[in-house]
T-cell receptor, first 112, second 113 residues
Framework: AQSVTQPDIHITVSEGASLELRCNYS??????LFWYVQSPGQGLQLLLK??????LVQGIKGFEAEFKRSQSSFNLRKPSVHWSDAAEYFC??????????FGTGTLLAVQP | NAGVTQTPKFQVLKTGQSMTLQCAQD?????MSWYRQDPGMGLRLIHY???????DQGEVPNGYNVSRSTTEDFPLRLLSAAPSQTSVYFC????????????FGPGTRLTVT
C-alpha cells in the first residue's frame, strides 16, 4: 500500500541552526516524492520534488532533500533555519496509482 | 489566473444537512482532488478525478460524493453531514496525476454541530 510516515510530530530549532525533517515512504514501484509547506491558515506550497535522476534535489527557500531508495527515505534539510521557516511540513508520495498520499506532517517551531 | 478557488471559506452545518463545497480552476488542469485536513492526521485524500467524467475514491471517501462534468469544476457533496466531517477541506489541481505539482486552493473550514 502507498503510505508516508513522518515520525516527528513537532520539532523546535534555534534560528541559524541546521534542520532535518524525516520522511519514510512505502510504495511498490518507483515513487514520485514531494515536500510541501503550509504556513498558518494557508494552503500548501511545493518546496521540492523528486522524480528520477540525481538523488539530491534542491528546492525553494534554500531547502534540499535526499532520496535514499535503500532506506525508503526522503528527508528534508536546510543548513540554516530562518524564523520565517516556522510552518508545518508535509511529505507526500505519488506515482502510477494516480493518488498523492501525504504524511501526517511535522510542525516546525523556530526559537530566536 | 485565479488558480484554484474554493467557496465558501467557512461553513457551519447541522447534523443531517447536505451541502456542496465548490472548487474551480482556470489552469486547464486534467487532475483534480479533494483532501481533508485534521489535526495530527495530515491531509487525507477523499476523491480525485483524472479528467472530465472520470472520478475515483481516495483514502476516506465515505460520506462524500463528487462529479466532474467540466474540466474546470470539481464539487464535493456532503449528503448528510456528521460531526466527524468537521474539518478543513482543500481542493487541488495539477496537469496530471502522480508526479505533477499539486496547486491547492485556500481551503474551506467546515463545522458540523
Amino acid at each position: 500500500a502507498q503510505s508516508v510516515t513522518q515520525p516527528d510530530i513537532h520539532i523546535t530549532v534555534s534560528e541559524g541552526a541546521s534542520l532535518e525533517l524525516r520522511c519514510n515512504y512505502s510504495y511498490g514501484a518507483t515513487p514520485y516524492l514531494f515536500w510541501y509547506v503550509q504556513s498558518p491558515g494557508q494552503g500548501l506550497q511545493l518546496l521540492l520534488k523528486y522524480f528520477s535522476g540525481d538523488t539530491l534535489v534542491q528546492g525553494i527557500k534554500g531547502f534540499e532533500a535526499e532520496f535514499k531508495r535503500s532506506q525508503s527515505s526522503f528527508n528534508l534539510r536546510k543548513p540554516s533555519v530562518h524564523w520565517s521557516d516556522a510552518a508545518e511540513y508535509f511529505c507526500a508520495v505519488g506515482g502510477a496509482t494516480n493518488k498523492l498520499i501525504f504524511g501526517t506532517g511535522t510542525l516546525l517551531a523556530v526559537q530566536p | 489566473n485565479a488558480g484554484v478557488t474554493q467557496t465558501p471559506k467557512f461553513q457551519v452545518l447541522k447534523t443531517g444537512q447536505s451541502m456542496t463545497l465548490q472548487c474551480a480552476q482556470d489552469m486547464n488542469h486534467e487532475y483534480m482532488s479533494w483532501y481533508r485536513q485534521d489535526p495530527g492526521m495530515g491531509l487525507r485524500l477523499i476523491h480525485y478525478s483524472v479528467g472530465a467524467g472520470i472520478t475515483d475514491q481516495g483514502e476516506v471517501p465515505n460520506g462524500y460524493n463528487v462529479s466532474r462534468s467540466t474540466t474546470e469544476d470539481f464539487p464535493l457533496r456532503l449528503l448528510s453531514a456528521a460531526p466527524s466531517q468537521t474539518s478543513v477541506y482543500f481542493c487541488a489541481s495539477s496537469l496530471g496525476a502522480g508526479g505533477y505539482e499539486q496547486y491547492f486552493g485556500p481551503g474551506t473550514r467546515l463545522t458540523v454541530t
